[in-house]
């Protein structure tokens, strides 16, 4: 299933950004959604997720109050609005669809993804 990320892009501290993520057809439809980032020279980061109903969406603390996820099912596509953005924001964004109904972006594993895109690059400039 090919997930498509968009609207990265270099932005400076204290700016804001709004990716997108699309599928195919009713790709996301039952899944808990994510967004997993990969700075330069770190581990990858689960940061936000929600779940497969859109009630409840959770928040790593390095983005809490500062990041929102939502998901619109009717146009199979997942969001996230970023702001007060910082460097340390800069990395590489992915979505990812998960293989629970729920979720919690710490414990996101290579194992718990069953689909993701090729990601969007964000450079936060100090």
């Known amino acids: 299933v090919e997930i498509v990320e968009s609207g990265g892009g270099v932005v400076q501290a204290v700016g804001s950004l709004r990716l997108s993520c699309t599928g195919p057809?009713?790709?996301?439809?039952?899944?808990?959604m994510a967004w997993v980032r990969q700075a330069p020279g770190k581990e990858r980061e689960g940061i936000s997720c929600i779940n497969w109903r859109g009630e409840t969406a959770t928040y790593g603390d390095s983005v809490k109050e500062r990041h929102i996820i939502s998901r619109d099912d009717e146009r199979n596509t997942i969001y996230l609005q970023m702001d007060d953005l910082k460097p340390e924001d800069t990395a590489m964004y992915y979505c990812a669809a998960l293989r629970t109904p729920d979720c919690n972006p710490s414990r996101i594993t290579e194992e718990s993804i069953w689909s993701w895109g090729q990601g969007t690059k964000v450079t936060v400039s100090s």
């Open positions: 057809g009713s790709t996301f439809a039952g899944s808990a």
